[in-house]
Structures are given as C-alpha cells and as structure tokens.
C-alpha cells in the first residue's frame, strides 16, 4: 500500500486534449484525458477530471536552425510526457539549469507532444508508400515518393510562391487539366533563348510569313 501511495504521486505520461495554445509562448494548456479517482472518508470513490495543466510547452521537430510546425487548435490530442525534475528554470532560461523545486515527475514539468489520435478521431487514407505533410482530411498534401524518386503536391484551390526568382532545371508542361481559358499568364517582361513555337509554327526572331507584300499590306500568316 505504502509502494502504491508513492508511485500514485510519481507521474510519467498522460494523453491529454489541448485547450488553448500560446503560440507567443509555444506553450500550451493541457486537459489529461484519463480522469484521477478521489477517494470519500466514507470509502466511496469518484472519478473526476484532473486539474488544467498550464504553461505546458510543446513539442515542434527542429534541428539545425529548421522547423517545422503546425497549427494546434483547441481539441488536439497529445501525449504529456513529464520530466524527472523540475522544469522552470530550463524553461525560463533555456542552458543548463539547477532544479530550483526538488519536485519529481510532477504534474507542473510536463511537455506536450501534439499529434496522437484516439480512434475517435483518427484520420483516414495514410499512404503505406510515401511521405506525406497532408490536411487531416487528405484533400491537400505534398507527397515525397521513393520508389518513383517524383515530389507530388495536390492544392485543390491553388499555390503561391513568394521569392523574387525561381530556377527550375528541367522541362515544363502546363497541361490546363482543369480546362481554364488561359493556361498561362505572364505579367511584365519576358525573355526567351532559344526556339520559340506557336501551335506548331516558329515565332522567335528568324520566323518567316507567306504572301508578304510592300507598302502598308498585311502579310500572310506564319510559316
């Protein structure tokens, strides 16, 4: 009894539901999903939810001056993983810091890994083949594949590149799958090295017409 009174105060790691995310902070306020049990000085118990854990800070893979993040919105669920000792300095300073509560695997040094799901609210469609950083819906994804060594990006309503240049070293084909009036738009000046065609027909600068005529007549059409 004495051994399970101990290990009751001694916390590990809990799936919790998000309740709020500072993203000021990249902290969050955490709700632990399993319920505590309080016990009556009659003997009876009840389950009741545990307190809010507040200030939790969250989990974003990063390495190398990268990161990569994602929206965390109220209702996500995650795994709190709680520290051997104390947090709060650490957290306050970052570096290499003395423990300044001698609290152990407390409630108070939790981390929030966000991305666990219960089978209430898994998402469905995971490719067993590729890479994916998708919507949870699996509407819109870019897609890495390593047996066909091909990026796919699927954006149902569209991309944007900001960057004031672009290099692409390989070949382009705009395809208007969608049937759009104008495959292409350009807007300001455009310049070509090499061979230009029109529907089959050369136009760059040794491009010839048919039935050319001096004076102000119209010549024919391109060759």
């Known amino acids: 009894m004495a051994l399970d009174g101990l290990r009751s105060g001694l916390w590990t790691s809990m799936p919790g539901i998000i309740q709020s995310f500072n993203a000021g902070a990249v902290t ?3 709700q632990l999903a399993i319920k505590g049990i309080v016990h009556a000085p ?3 118990a009840q389950f009741v ?3 809010l854990l507040v200030d939790v800070p969250v989990h974003f893979p990063r390495g ?3 990161t990569l993040t994602f929206p965390v919105a109220k209702g996500d669920e995650c795994l709190v993983v709680f520290a051997a000792r104390c947090i709060d300095g650490w957290w306050q300073s970052g570096g290499v810091q003395a423990p300044i509560d001698p609290r152990i695997h407390d409630l108070s040094d939790g981390f929030a890994f966000v991305g666990f799901f219960s089978q209430a609210t898994k998402i469905g469609g ?3 083949s590729t890479a994916q950083l998708r919507s949870n819906d699996g509407s819109t994804y870019v897609e890495v594949d390593p047996a066909g060594k091909v990026v796919n990006c699927v954006a149902p309503n569209g991309m944007t590149l900001t960057t004031p240049s672009v290099t692409v070293t390989g070949t382009i084909a705009v395809k208007n799958a969608g049937g759009a009036s104008t495959a292409c738009a350009i807007n300001g000046k455009t310049q070509f090295t090499g061979q230009v065609f029109a529907n089959g027909h050369r136009i760059d600068e040794t491009h010839t017409h048919n039935g050319v005529q001096p ?4 010549t024919g059409a391109v060759n």
């Open 42 to 44: 009659d003997g009876s």
């Open 49 to 51: 939810n545990m307190p």
């Open 215 to 218: 004076g102000s007549g119209n």
């Open 28 to 30: 969050a306020t955490v």
């Open 64 to 66: 190398g001056g990268c």
């Open 126 to 128: 995971i490719s067993t």
